[in-house]
């Protein structure tokens, strides 16, 4: 603009076709043109799947679904009340262990002393651990529980998911406490306050928000998976009895049922995935509910 | 009030002689940042209800040494000192010496206000509640007093329970005064409690300091020079890691008794 800014008043913000404004409009317009093209092109896949999802999971949708057990092969009607059960067991039971284990790891990590060995070490484990495949937690909790309790159950796939989501819970809260204004710490520790009282009463209530944002990430992640559930809690035609026994989840029902030559069976699984999709964003919104920030 | 103080700066201030019963001893004191060394062996007598004011160029150490009082500097990795500071004639350093103690009996007001997230009344009565204080009589009583003695009663009495974050930000730094007194310390100390603050707070809270030495003995850092004379009876000019002059804030702001101190007053550096 600044060389064919001067050639006349008339022409002052105006392209006059000389020199390069025309080209450089006409550049800026194309690669926001893409840009946006892009960005809608990323929404595609997502849309697609959730409009399959619907389209193919509505039909069954019904009470039922949500209060019977699975039709022998072959059979129809029935629903899948004990895996939706099942998997609210086996995500309950990763996050007992997870949650605590990963929030007190980040408040080492970044109150306690956030310059030593140990937290480097922690630290290190946990992005290393983030990018482990989901089926390797499988095989870890079948060695070390299963084998050990010589039995599938719900407290094995309960463990196998909390190894998985463990490192993604710890990371994030770690990164919620470091988004804590240090001014907080400082005014707490002024007025003589002890570090635990520091992080308990002002730093933890501070960041649950944005812990509580990695926690349902992983709750998401955990609902979701099937290789880690698959070998550990495998599955069951029944209502859950106690958590020693093997459990029926959604992800290994859509999984197996998918697979079956009966046509009830393969809607069951498309039903069963729009439950899954529709807990987790359920339990996202509420948790945003929830944890939103008071004072603001 | 305060514009009058002004226009007579030197008016509100009375003589006093340091070495006069002495309450903040600091001696020998040295302050090392992991190598560096940020306070070269600082000797100094605070004197107990008056206003102190520490001045200096930016880096000179006042904010170093304040921090010191509470030993709020340990907070940071690998920093040591050598030297004592002795407050009422004990050691901070002393084995006996609970730091949550010392805090509580040392308020302090920062640079930027840092109210809790929290309400108005939750930010006071913080320093009671870790205390185990839930009576609440007892708070209502605190919150009442401490927002008096900071003058923001009047603005705030009808939203205690609303969130501080709501307050302009000459009312946070005054609640953030109101919190360091809830506790009911002797010293108070402040580290350029008003640079983040328009003239009219600015003047607010200059008052306010002036009204609080009845009761607290003040050490404010400020950059401030009008500030440092309107407020104080005696002014420690700090330059390079050393304590430079310290005298009656009269004496350093009319007839200094070195160059150092004449050309930064003067605004010839610094
Ligand atoms: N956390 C820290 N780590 C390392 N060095 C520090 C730290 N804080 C301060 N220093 C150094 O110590 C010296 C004194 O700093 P201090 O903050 O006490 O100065 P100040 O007089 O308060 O300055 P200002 O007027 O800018 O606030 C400076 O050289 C500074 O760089
Ligand atoms: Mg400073």
């Not at chain 1, 039909?59 to 129809?76: E, I, K, R, V």
């Not at chain 2, 006042?62 to 050691?91: A, C, Q, W, Y």
């Not at chain 2, 407020?231 to 700090?238: C, I, P, Q, R």
Request: charged share 15%; proline share 5%; net charge neutral.
């Amino acid at each position: 603009m600044t060389s064919t800014a001067t050639h006349s008043d008339k022409n002052f913000f105006s392209a006059d076709g000389k020199g390069t404004s025309v080209f450089r409009l006409f550049r800026n317009r194309f690669l926001t043109g893409l840009c946006v093209a892009l960005s809608l092109l990323t929404l595609v896949p997502l849309f697609s799947i959730v409009i399959l999802v619907i389209q193919n999971g509505c039909p069954l949708l019904s009470a039922n679904l949500f209060t019977q057990l699975p039709p022998a092969p072959g059979m129809d009607g029935g629903g899948f009340g004990n895996a939706i059960l099942g998997t609210l067991v086996m995500v309950g039971i990763s996050l007992v262990f997870s949650v605590p284990l990963g929030i007190l790891a980040a408040i080492f990590v970044n109150e306690y002393a956030p310059v030593s060995w140990l937290a480097s070490a922690v630290r290190f484990v946990a992005k290393l651990l983030t990018g482990i495949p989901s089926i390797i937690c499988g095989v870890f909790a079948f060695a070390a529980v299963v084998m050990t309790t010589h039995k599938f159950s719900a407290l094995a796939g309960g463990i196998a998911l909390a190894i998985l989501i463990l490192p993604t819970i710890l990371l994030t809260a770690e990164q919620a406490l470091l988004g804590v204004p240090y001014a907080f710490r400082e005014a707490s520790f002024g007025v003589g306050a002890t570090p635990f009282q520091t992080i308990w009463r002002i730093v933890l209530p501070e960041a649950m928000p944005a812990i509580m944002t990695g926690v349902m990430l992983a709750v998401a992640r955990a609902a979701g998976e099937t290789a880690p559930v698959l070998f550990t809690a495998l599955f069951s035609q029944n209502w859950i009895k106690g958590i020693m026994e093997p459990t029926a989840s959604l992800s290994v029902l859509i999984y197996n049922f998918a697979s079956l030559p009966y046509a009830y069976h393969i809607k069951l699984a498309w039903s069963a995935s729009l439950v899954l999709v529709a807990l987790v964003t359920l339990s996202n919104i509420l948790a945003q509910v929830i944890f939103a920030p008071k004072h603001r | 009030m305060t514009t009058e103080a002004s226009q007579h700066p030197l008016e509100l201030t009375n003589d006093f002689a340091p070495g006069e019963s002495n309450f903040i001893k600091v001696d020998n004191f040295k302050f090392f940042y992991g190598k560096k060394e940020a306070l070269h062996g600082i000797n100094l007598e605070i004197p107990s209800r008056k206003v102190t004011a520490f001045i200096g160029p930016s880096g000179c150490g006042k904010s170093t040494l304040l921090r010191n009082f509470n030993r709020m500097n340990e907070l940071i990795p690998g920093v040591h000192h050598e030297g004592d500071i002795t407050i009422h004639g004990t050691s901070i350093y002393d084995p006996s010496v609970e730091i949550i103690a010392l805090r509580r009996r040392i308020g302090m007001v920062f640079q930027k206000s840092n109210p809790f997230p929290m309400s108005i009344f939750e930010n006071i009565v913080y320093p009671l509640r870790i205390a185990g204080q839930n009576t609440r009589s007892v708070l209502e009583e605190t919150v009442e007093r401490c927002l008096r003695s900071a003058a923001l009663w009047d603005e705030v009495k009808d939203r205690l329970h609303d969130s501080a974050l709501g307050l302009s930000g000459g009312q946070m730094q005054r609640l953030c005064i109101a919190r360091a007194v809830a506790s009911r310390p002797e010293i108070l100390l402040m580290d350029e409690p008003c640079s983040a603050l328009d003239p009219i707070a600015t003047a607010k809270v200059e008052e306010l300091i002036i009204e609080l030495k009845k009761d607290f003995t003040i050490v404010i850092v400020t950059h401030n020079m009008q500030q440092a004379s309107r407020v104080s009876e005696l002014t420690a000019f700090f330059y390079l890691g050393n304590l430079v002059e310290f005298d009656n804030t009269r004496k350093i702001f009319t007839n200094p008794s070195m160059k150092q101190t004449e050309e930064y007053i003067t605004g010839r550096f610094g």
